[in-house]
């Protein structure tokens, strides 16, 4: 199984996920929960080696070391320690091996399911009260026959492991003399504030949300408001920067509804996530995005935007 067997049209606001479990050791017996990840970000599924362990000398209690795999040095993350269970241990536990970020790492499990084709209309966000705790890895829910299937952001996972990523948003500043005002749609929380803060400390002006629906909604009451002045959509904002996978609506749903109407397709428009790299460039170019950054560049974001809008702003607009 690979990303590349699984075909979607772009701007569909369909994805596929693999669909995996963890078993919770209990005081009343073994307890299933179910988990999902976007198929784009999976290369394969392998079977864990025998005596693989922690160890207490790893950085974080959840690092289970490294495994040959072919020409890679596999890291492995127990995901059930990282989310604080105590897994029932059990034979051919199988490793969930993953590309994003520009990362391969591995990811061990109780055992996977099936791959599930779902719309983004299926995925409901989290609580806000889930949504804002300190330690959330929740990014929506989706039911799946009788079950709910909690969609993992494994990248805050890597993101709270690695702790270098955490001193990255104080290096290579930006600033524009200029105030400019971009809409911005994430589904992670420490996401959403980590943009707040580096487009405010670039100068902008920021709006926030937390997926590509209520992006929408603010797009159409721009549009209203422009229509109603006799004015164009940039006299309102400059720019939207916007994540691909988000519950609801999709960041290449999103665009791809921008770009296709014929007030708002007047803003610049540009994606920002994890999946993107040199192989799927094209998704994006197929919904006419502006521009495309991988989701570890934080300030090359905020850099890569300023550079979109006084672009923007030199070409003549239908």
Not at 161 to 181: C, H, I, K, P, T
Not at 191 to 210: C, I, P
Not at 252 to 277: C, G, H, N, Q
Not at 285 to 307: C, I, M, N, S, Y
């Amino acid at each position: 199984m690979s990303q590349q067997e699984i075909l979607l049209e772009t701007g569909t606001n369909e994805l596929e996920i693999i669909e995996f479990f963890v078993h919770e050791k209990t005081a009343d017996g073994p307890r299933t929960h179910y988990f999902g990840v976007n198929v784009a970000k999976v290369l394969e599924v392998v079977e864990a080696p025998e005596g693989l362990e922690g160890s207490e000398a790893a950085a974080h209690p959840s690092f289970l070391g490294t495994i040959p795999l072919r020409d890679l040095i596999l890291p492995v993350i127990d995901l059930s320690v990282w989310l604080s269970m105590e897994r029932e241990k059990s034979l051919n536990e199988p490793i969930i091996v993953t590309e994003f970020n520009a990362m391969i790492t591995g990811f061990l499990v109780s055992g996977v399911t099936q791959i599930h084709r779902v719309n983004w209309q299926d995925v409901e966000p989290p609580s806000r009260y889930v949504a804002n705790m300190d330690t959330n890895c929740i990014t929506g829910t989706v039911q799946i026959n009788d079950r709910f299937v909690l969609m993992l952001d494994l990248e805050r996972m890597l993101a709270d492991l690695d702790s270098a990523n955490q001193r990255q948003s104080g290096a290579d500043a930006v600033y524009s003399e200029e105030r400019y005002r971009a809409l911005v749609a994430d589904d992670s929380t420490s996401v959403r504030e980590l943009l707040r803060k580096n487009f405010s400390e670039a100068n902008f002006e920021v709006s926030v949300v937390g997926d590509g629906a209520e992006a929408w909604e603010k797009l159409l009451a721009i549009k209203a408001l422009a229509e109603q002045e006799g004015s164009s959509p940039l006299d309102h904002l400059d720019v939207v920067v916007s994540d691909i996978e988000m519950p609801r609506m999709d960041g290449y749903t999103l665009t791809r509804k921008i770009k296709e109407d014929p007030v708002l397709k007047a803003l610049p428009v540009a994606l920002f996530s994890s999946l993107i790299s040199k192989g799927v460039e094209h998704k994006g170019k197929a919904v006419k995005a502006d521009a495309q950054v991988t989701k570890p560049e934080f300030h090359g974001l905020t850099r890569k935007v300023l550079d979109l809008i006084t672009e923007w702003k030199a070409k003549p607009q239908d």
